[in-house]
């Protein structure tokens, strides 16, 4: 039986990250970094594959929690005859890629199942497995050609048909400590860890990051737990922040819309630059504009939806056919073919982002502003070609409404920065051509028919980016257009009480299938309520889509309402970056005293 997706959990050292089940089984790591090839890929295909299990080999009722600010994992296991601990964590900021998993009695006794089976490369590769002579501490060590994992333990397991089994039992009071570590297999086994002084200094850093955040309005538990999620998927060495870090969970069960997450988008970058940068996290825009700046050099011609964590620029997609899918959905793929796409929208969400940096205290950087000038400029000339819109749609182009609002900010954006900060740029033009799209918007994406902007130029279909419309300040929140628009898509889009991204039927983005609420869109609706004065509307919803984080704070890209199940890639930065969003708007039209309705969320 698969694990449902909310049965997981994250750890993470901010270069890669874990999925640890409840039962106790790590299904997904990729090392030493988020793209890298992953070592236990049973998420996406069978135990074989690759996993990491600790836990209770009988029944048991199950608990966990993060430590503090951390993503420290504690599990209870409970059962009839005792109860253990499980303290699992990838150690940040020490230089090497570490995972830690410890197992304390707490009363009785408790008998545990352990399994160890390394297969590199997404599942595929058998390692060669020994227990190196001549050392002086007792290790398993599995190579397959430049990669090295080196397991530890008070008690490690026994090898059994290419996989290392143990069955144990735990009493009150024991305690056994498991690290595996990896490293290039041309080097030497790494010394071991200070566990201890590690589990210490991960909890330390952690909570120290978390004292930083300024936000101190409704739902801050959320807020703060999200603010952490995206930090952990900011790669601390080179700045990169990943839109998830796993790939091909799937958006339809069964279907063919499975995506590699593991990359850095632009947008998802800039968006969750902004979320940071409202919670007190200056020094993190910083982090962000140098990998940008590093990211996107050379040609403005050459610039990408997309990069991989250290800012290359190969994505090639591809799909690995050894591996049966989550939930049997195929193909599970490696790599995103997006990264050929044009989205027009793109540069506008960058702009965004580096307004509000230098907004709130981002010092001003010559190369950074030549680089967004030449960007702006290049935008200059090519706003007017159809593109692939936001959500990379494989049909055919269209002129997205979204996509040119976004042309827009970009202008806007460009202009503010001259008239607000005192850079250089030609903003008599910038003006101008701010205009010539606000223009073009206003007249040819907007069905007065339909009373409603509408997802492309020519027709009367809605698509819940519309909603971005009063957030980005293209229009005024009480325009009669944006309150229309909000009424189309609760008509033609809310399900079961959330959001869908567009609707699939009209065969817009050229896939079979169809796909669930799309989680961001809904805290997108949550901040156009607030702005709107619609604050009971937006509690609501608000109230009702953090009901569905899991029991760690963590939420996946999409959710099924009816079959009440987490639903995509996880965790999902574009998720928790809007629920930051949603709640800010929140607290910003209660601080203001934004008039109230007394209607429900259909």
């Given at each position: 039986?698969?694990?449902?997706?909310?049965?997981?959990?994250?750890?993470?050292?901010?270069?890669?990250?874990?999925?640890?089940?409840?039962?106790?089984?790590?299904?997904?790591?990729?090392?030493?970094?988020?793209?890298?090839?992953?070592?236990?890929?049973?998420?996406?295909?069978?135990?074989?594959?690759?996993?990491?299990?600790?836990?209770?080999?009988?029944?048991?009722?199950?608990?966990?929690?993060?430590?503090?600010?951390?993503?420290?994992?504690?599990?209870?296991?409970?059962?009839?005859?005792?109860?253990?601990?499980?303290?699992?964590?990838?150690?940040?900021?020490?230089?090497?890629?570490?995972?830690?998993?410890?197992?304390?009695?707490?009363?009785?006794?408790?008998?545990?199942?352990?399994?160890?089976?390394?297969?590199?490369?997404?599942?595929?590769?058998?390692?060669?497995?020994?227990?190196?002579?001549?050392?002086?501490?007792?290790?398993?060590?599995?190579?397959?050609?430049?990669?090295?994992?080196?397991?530890?333990?008070?008690?490690?397991?026994?090898?059994?048909?290419?996989?290392?089994?143990?069955?144990?039992?735990?009493?009150?009071?024991?305690?056994?400590?498991?690290?595996?570590?990896?490293?290039?297999?041309?080097?030497?086994?790494?010394?071991?860890?200070?566990?201890?002084?590690?589990?210490?200094d991960t909890r330390r850093l952690s909570n120290h990051w978390a004292s930083r955040c300024?936000?101190?309005?409704?739902?801050?538990?959320?807020?703060?737990?999200?603010?952490?999620?995206?930090?952990?998927?900011?790669?601390?060495?080179?700045?990169?922040?990943?839109?998830?870090?796993?790939?091909?969970?799937?958006?339809?069960?069964?279907?063919?819309?499975?995506?590699?997450?593991?990359?850095?988008?632009?947008?998802?970058?800039?968006?969750?630059?902004?979320?940071?940068?409202?919670?007190?996290?200056?020094?993190?825009?910083?982090?962000?504009?140098?990998?940008?700046?590093?990211?996107?050099?050379?040609?403005?011609?050459?610039?990408?939806?997309?990069?991989?964590?250290?800012?290359?620029?190969?994505?090639?997609?591809?799909?690995?056919?050894?591996?049966?899918?989550?939930?049997?959905?195929?193909?599970?793929?490696?790599?995103?073919?997006?990264?050929?796409?044009?989205?027009?929208?793109?540069?506008?969400?960058?702009?965004?982002?580096?307004?509000?940096?230098?907004?709130?205290?981002?010092?001003?950087?010559?190369?950074?502003?030549?680089?967004?000038?030449?960007?702006?400029?290049?935008?200059?000339?090519?706003?007017?070609?159809?593109?692939?819109?936001?959500?990379?749609?494989?049909?055919?182009?269209?002129?997205?409404?979204?996509?040119?609002?976004?042309?827009?900010?970009?202008?806007?954006?460009?202009?503010?920065?001259?008239?607000?900060?005192?850079?250089?740029?030609?903003?008599?033009?910038?003006?101008?051509?701010?205009?010539?799209?606000?223009?073009?918007?206003?007249?040819?994406?907007?069905?007065?028919?339909?009373?409603?902007?509408?997802?492309?130029?020519?027709?009367?279909?809605?698509?819940?980016?519309?909603?971005?419309?009063?957030?980005?300040?293209?229009?005024?929140?009480?325009?009669?257009?944006?309150?229309?628009?909000?009424?189309?898509?609760?008509?033609?889009?809310?399900?079961?009480g959330f959001v869908l991204r567009y609707r699939t039927q009209s065969g817009v983005d050229?896939?079979?299938?169809?796909?669930?609420?799309?989680?961001?869109?809904?805290?997108?609706?949550?901040?156009?309520?607030?702005?709107?004065?619609?604050?009971?509307?937006?509690?609501?919803?608000?109230?009702?889509?953090?009901?569905?984080?899991?029991?760690?704070?963590?939420?996946?890209?999409?959710?099924?309402?009816?079959?009440?199940?987490?639903?995509?890639?996880?965790?999902?930065?574009?998720?928790?970056?809007?629920?930051?969003?949603?709640?800010?708007?929140?607290?910003?039209?209660?601080?203001?005293?934004?008039?109230?309705?007394?209607?429900?969320?259909?």
């Amino acid at each position: 039986m698969v694990t449902p997706i909310e049965d997981y959990a994250v750890l993470g050292d901010t270069q890669t990250a874990a999925l640890v089940s409840r039962d106790g089984s790590v299904d997904w790591l990729c090392l030493p970094g988020f793209d890298s090839p992953a070592c236990f890929a049973a998420l996406v295909g069978t135990p074989d594959n690759g996993r990491w299990l600790i836990g209770p080999d009988v029944e048991a009722t199950t608990t966990r929690r993060y430590v503090g600010s951390s993503f420290i994992l504690e599990t209870i296991h409970e059962t009839e005859d005792g109860a253990v601990k499980v303290t699992d964590l990838m150690p940040i900021l020490d230089g090497r890629a570490d995972v830690v998993r410890r197992v304390e009695g707490l009363r009785g006794t408790v008998p545990m199942r352990h399994e160890w089976v390394v297969r590199f490369h997404y599942g595929k590769v058998r390692p060669w497995v020994s227990r190196p002579k001549g050392r002086h501490d007792d290790v398993i060590t599995a190579i397959a050609g430049p990669d090295m994992l080196v397991l530890r333990g008070t008690r490690l397991p026994k090898a059994e048909d290419g996989h290392h089994r143990d069955r144990f039992d735990v009493s009150e009071g024991d305690v056994l400590t498991f690290t595996m570590t990896w490293c290039p297999s041309y080097q030497p086994v790494p010394d071991v860890i200070d566990v201890d002084q590690r589990i210490a200094d991960t909890r330390r850093l952690s909570n120290h990051w978390a004292s930083r955040c300024t936000y101190d309005g409704p739902y801050r538990e959320q807020v703060l737990r999200s603010l952490l999620t995206l930090r952990l998927m900011t790669d601390s060495h080179y700045g990169g922040i990943v839109a998830a870090p796993t790939t091909s969970l799937p958006e339809d069960f069964g279907g063919e819309r499975n995506w590699d997450y593991r990359f850095c988008w632009l947008r998802d970058a800039s968006l969750t630059l902004e979320a940071l940068l409202s919670s007190g996290y200056l020094d993190e825009a910083r982090l962000w504009r140098n990998w940008l700046l590093r990211a996107v050099a050379g040609d403005p011609k050459d610039l990408q939806i997309m990069y991989r964590v250290d800012g290359s620029r190969e994505l090639p997609e591809q799909t690995l056919d050894h591996l049966k899918g989550y939930a049997d959905s195929r193909p599970v793929r490696i790599g995103n073919g997006a990264v050929e796409q044009r989205q027009t929208d793109v540069l506008g969400e960058v702009m965004l982002a580096l307004e509000e940096a230098r907004s709130a205290g981002l010092e001003n950087d010559t190369q950074s502003w030549s680089l967004q000038r030449a960007l702006v400029n290049e935008l200059a000339g090519k706003w007017q070609e159809p593109d692939n819109g936001l959500w990379e749609i494989r049909g055919p182009r269209r002129h997205f409404t979204h996509s040119r609002v976004m042309v827009w900010a970009a202008f806007d954006r460009a202009v503010r920065a001259v008239e607000k900060h005192g850079l250089k740029g030609p903003v008599d033009r910038w003006r101008e051509l701010r205009e010539q799209v606000r223009n073009e918007v206003l007249e040819k994406g907007f069905s007065t028919e339909k009373n409603s902007f509408t997802q492309y130029y020519g027709t009367t279909e809605v698509d819940s980016s519309l909603l971005l419309i009063p957030i980005i300040g293209f229009l005024p929140p009480q325009d009669p257009r944006v309150l229309g628009t909000i009424d189309a898509i609760e008509k033609d889009l809310l399900r079961d009480g959330f959001v869908l991204r567009y609707r699939t039927q009209s065969g817009v983005d050229g896939l079979a299938g169809h796909e669930h609420p799309f989680l961001a869109c809904s805290w997108w609706l949550v901040s156009a309520y607030a702005m709107c004065g619609h604050v009971d509307k937006a509690r609501t919803l608000m109230d009702r889509l953090v009901g569905i984080l899991n029991d760690v704070g963590l939420v996946s890209e999409e959710y099924d309402p009816q079959g009440r199940r987490m639903v995509g890639n996880f965790p999902q930065a574009f998720s928790h970056l809007t629920l930051i969003g949603a709640a800010h708007a929140l607290a910003e039209a209660e601080r203001t005293g934004a008039s109230r309705t007394g209607s429900q969320v259909p």
